[in-house]
T-cell receptor, first 112, second 111 residues
């Protein structure tokens, strides 16, 4: 069983479109994250949820809207995609206060 | 903006040598530090954590922390080609709810 699973693994889309990425974890963790990794491998936090409550929103454009229906799921919806949104998006989970993050396999988004 | 900085590399070492990876951080309030390894095309995975000044050893890996100098390092002894990856240093903020990652150092171990 995959501990943290993301779908889809690859998205290729045109500028201006809307896309969603889904994430699920079966580790029983209470905290989930979205990280963005750009072409230079810089891994930057976007959002963090604890027990479905948003606790971190790191100055991400409001075109990005996370949603956590329960503590095992964290989805990311992106409106009006731009070229600069091209990156790998990683979902991760942990127990709160733990620095041990378990990452999903990543979703590579390419905006043309 | 709290930052974690690493030399991007690549750091090239021969098989069997010691690889030394370094990291500095700007947030004096950070108390916990982590090293993640990321193979090309894969997701990061935790390999070491360190919370106190000094050294912490786990197998071939040794993490070192110097809070006065705001410096963290990772030593890999008897480097193997399978250690070739990008190593990401991370610090946890005071509130304990966020990890800030450095840009990573790419390590290449040559047979």
């Amino acid at each position: 069983d995959t501990a943290v699973s993301q779908t889809p693994k690859y998205l290729v889309t045109q500028m201006g479109n809307d896309k969603s990425i889904k994430c699920e974890q079966n580790l029983g963790h209470d905290t989930m994250y979205w990280y963005k990794q750009d072409s230079k491998k810089f891994l930057k936090i976007m959002f963090s949820y604890n027990n479905k409550e948003l606790i971190i929103n790191e100055t991400v454009p409001n075109r990005f809207s996370p949603k956590s229906p329960d503590k095992a799921h964290l989805n990311l919806h992106i409106n009006s995609l731009e070229l600069g949104d091209s990156a790998v998006y990683f979902c991760a989970s942990s127990q709160r206060w733990s620095g041990e993050l378990f990452f999903g396999e990543g979703s590579r988004l390419t905006v043309l | 903006q709290k930052e974690v900085e690493q030399n991007s590399g690549p750091l090239s070492v021969p098989e069997g040598a010691i690889a030394s990876l370094n990291c500095t951080y700007s947030d004096r309030g950070s108390q916990s530090f982590f090293w993640y390894r990321q193979y090309s095309g894969k997701s990061p995975e935790l390999i070491m954590s360190i919370y106190s000044n000094g050294d912490k050893e786990d197998g071939r890996f040794t993490a070192q922390l110097n809070k006065a100098s705001q410096y963290v390092s990772l030593l890999i002894r008897d480097s193997q080609p399978s250690d070739s990856a990008t190593y990401l240093c991370a610090s946890r903020n005071n509130a304990g709810n966020m990890l800030t990652f450095g840009g990573g150092t790419r390590l290449m171990v040559k047979p």
